[in-house]
């Protein structure tokens, strides 16, 4: 159990570091621009950005436990951070320090009721890797147990002692967090951070369940069970508890380590393809998915060259690791289908409505700059394939994705957690894959798979995509009657144009003006008291204090009248 004094010290400074940096953003982002200081404000505003995610990068490394998953988890989150935060914690790794193996004895031997003699013949006290959450040990098994499983040879995965009680501590400090910045009209209408933290803290339970990894394990391993090209460490359930996972050793040659594939006659390229084959094969067959494929949670595994059964594969891809796992439910799955036909027929509004059924785009987002983005994307890049597409200067592929970037990035976006650990799987594997083998194409190896999905749906998509043609077809017919008509009301002078955003501008100009006059009293008032201090120190004092309630209302009447403009 770790000591409550800690613990209390630990969520007083994931406080302490919140306010900070919120204060600081907070002056800049919304005192500095009442003075008429937005250029200042914004000049190092990545800047700023970047230096508190170095500065979280150091308190995740010396807290560890959850402030390590939560910049690993964030790094990813591109739908809600800028790059510059991203970029400084995607190096974030499990930068912690070994649990001394005297406590590492003492957990395993409560959790398994007996002396560790007893659970294991051998155990290696030095770990093979350390993490936030536990740390992996080698082992042998007794011979009994040997016997019953069929091998010896094992890894076994130990829990950090009291993590469970650093985790709710953190979850605690960071939903404190989360509800400040919630208040915050900017951040709530384009994150949903306490639902964003909610799914955050699943996944993190469900990490610390070694019962739940050793059940995915097996089902990851049942997917497969009639390829002979994939597998899975079998569980030891006699040696494992919800804090001790017991595992076959499947160590092997790491999948990215080209020299030694090369030295035992296995060549990268195929690698690649069985990789790409067997992960898309769990996203569109299995619908359920190694979320984290890194070179390190896969093995290639060469067969033995004496084997009996010649017929067998010479090596296989052995994932390892199943803490982190997905599911592709059928809703998001018909969503994702939706959107790939909106994208299909080129059609801006339809792909964004796809998009916001998904709940990608939050409900309060003002879909039309998206829209036009989508409709330029398409009209410039739609029709070219992917060989066409390398012919393009790079400088218009930059300049048009900083341009649809700015738009995106103000845009209320928030990823389903589903869909991000796709997004996630299928990054990570198209890059493993890409160092193996140059020349990997991610589309090319995604192409066989739609065609099957295309084929299971019974001719569903092909429908949709003439519904899809027909609705444009129909549009495409009414369009002249539909002209006429606005001619019509034009000459008549019956047309109308709402334009909301104009009255909010208007309502802006005259706060910027009430609070113009404020700040000119308080200017007054404050220079007026300097001066007359010297000569008459009670008026000065008075003036000096009474200057103060303008000030109060160039700072904070922004921010009440803001939240009734948006």
């Given at each position: ?268 390229a195929e690698v690649a393809d069985e ?22 949670n896969i093995f290639v595994t060469p ?264």
């Open positions: 159990m770790t000591d409550t004094r800690q613990l209390r010290a630990r969520y007083r400074r994931i406080l302490r570091f919140a306010a900070r940096y919120m204060v600081l953003e907070w002056w800049f982002e919304l005192v500095l621009p009442r003075f008429g200081l937005e250029r200042v404000a914004a000049r190092r505003r990545l800047v700023r950005a970047a230096r508190i995610a170095r500065s979280f990068h150091g308190l995740a490394v010396d807290l560890g436990g959850l402030m390590i998953k939560v910049g690993q988890f964030m790094s990813s989150r591109l739908d809600v951070l800028p790059s510059e935060i991203t970029r400084e914690l995607e190096g974030l790794q499990d930068e912690v320090p070994a649990v001394d193996f005297t406590l590492i004895r003492e957990s395993v031997e409560r959790e398994l009721g007996m002396p560790l003699e007893r659970a294991y013949e051998y155990f290696d006290p030095t770990p093979v890797a350390a993490a936030s959450f536990g740390q992996v040990h080698r082992a042998r098994l007794i011979a009994n147990d040997a016997v019953d499983v069929g091998f010896s040879a094992v890894v076994v995965k130990v829990q950090r002692p009291g993590i469970a009680d650093i985790i709710t501590v953190d979850l605690a400090a960071l939903r404190r967090v989360a509800s400040w910045l919630n208040r915050v009209r900017f951040i709530s209408r384009r994150v949903d951070l306490p639902a964003l933290l909610e799914e955050f803290a699943i996944i993190s339970l469900r990490e610390i369940d070694y019962l739940n990894e050793g059940s995915n394990a097996e089902r990851f391993a049942e997917n497969f069970v009639d390829d002979p090209r994939i597998d899975a460490p079998e569980v030891v359930w006699e040696r494992s508890t919800r804090r001790i996972l017991t595992l076959a050793d499947a160590t092997a040659i790491k999948i990215n380590d080209h020299a030694k594939l090369v030295a035992a006659g296995i060549d990268p990789l790409s084959r067997a992960m898309f094969e769990q996203l569109f067959m299995h619908r359920f998915f190694h979320a984290d494929p890194h070179p390190g067969a033995d060259p004496d084997r009996a059964d010649q017929s067998t594969p010479e090596w296989t891809l052995t994932f390892i690791d199943f803490g982190m796992m997905g599911d592709v439910p059928e809703n998001l799955s018909r969503g994702l289908q939706r959107l790939i036909i909106a994208a299909a027929a080129r059609d801006a509004p339809g792909l964004v409505a796809s998009v916001r059924d998904m709940g990608i785009l939050l409900r309060s987002a003002e879909s039309a700059p998206l829209e036009r983005a989508l409709g330029e994307l398409f009209d410039r890049f739609g029709g070219m394939g992917f060989s066409e597409l390398q012919q393009v200067d790079p400088q218009e592929f930059r300049a048009f994705g900083n341009e649809f970037s700015e738009v995106v990035r103000t845009m209320p976006f928030q990823l389903p957690e589903n869909f991000l650990l796709i997004i996630r799987a299928i990054s990570v594997t198209s890059g493993v894959a890409s160092d193996l083998n140059s020349s990997y194409n991610v589309w090319t190896a995604i192409e066989p798979f739609a065609a099957r999905l295309a084929r299971d749906e019974g001719g569903g998509t092909v429908k949709e995509l003439a519904k899809q043609a027909l609705s444009s077809a129909g549009l495409i017919l009414r369009l002249p009657q539909q002209l006429e008509s606005v001619a019509t009301l034009m000459q008549r002078g019956q047309l109308a144009v709402e334009t909301p955003g104009a009255d909010k501008r208007l309502r802006m100009i005259e706060l910027l003006v009430r609070r113009l006059i404020s700040a000119v009293l308080f200017t007054a008032l404050l220079i007026g008291g300097i001066l007359v201090r010297d000569t008459d120190p009670t008026i000065g004092l008075v003036l000096i204090i009474g200057s103060a309630l303008p000030l109060a209302h160039v700072l904070f009447a922004g921010v009440v009248n803001r939240n009734r403009l948006f």
